[in-house]
């Protein structure tokens, strides 16, 4: 079936749904970027004061507050997971350069 075939009462449906994810997707980046930012901040006072960029405690108290917020959420703890893996391996990335960055300076 090609999309031409869709009715146009579910066409209409797939539609306002996708216009939903986008604005999702959208709402999703702009929160990143916050987040960003503040993690920014922790970086350079992180190495103001030669604190390593990695925080083992702190990442395990957030990966269980996550996946109990992704559970109560419906959403699977796992993926929640997986997804603040990642933002946490990029903000110790960032943390890395900062700190070289200022021994360098």
């Given at each position: 079936?090609?999309?031409?075939?869709?009715?146009?009462?579910?066409?209409?449906?797939?539609?306002?749904?996708?216009?939903s994810?986008?604005?999702?997707?959208?709402?999703?980046?702009?929160?990143?970027?916050?987040?960003?930012?503040?993690?920014?901040?922790?970086?350079?006072?992180?190495?103001?004061?030669h604190?390593?960029?990695?925080?083992?405690?702190?990442?395990?108290?957030?990966?269980?507050?996550?996946?109990?917020?992704?559970?109560?959420?419906?959403?699977?703890?796992?993926?929640a997971?997986?997804?603040?893996?990642?933002?946490?391996?990029?903000v110790?990335?960032?943390?890395?350069?900062?700190?070289?960055?200022?021994?360098?300076?």
């Amino acid at each position: 079936m090609s999309t031409s075939d869709i009715d146009p009462t579910v066409r209409e449906e797939l539609d306002r749904l996708r216009a939903s994810i986008d604005n999702i997707d959208a709402a999703v980046v702009h929160m990143l970027a916050e987040r960003f930012k503040a993690t920014q901040q922790v970086g350079h006072l992180k190495a103001a004061h030669h604190l390593p960029p990695a925080d083992p405690a702190r990442e395990a108290r957030q990966i269980t507050r996550l996946r109990e917020l992704a559970t109560s959420a419906r959403l699977d703890p796992a993926f929640a997971e997986k997804l603040l893996n990642f933002i946490v391996a990029e903000v110790i990335r960032h943390h890395e350069r900062i700190a070289e960055d200022t021994r360098d300076a």
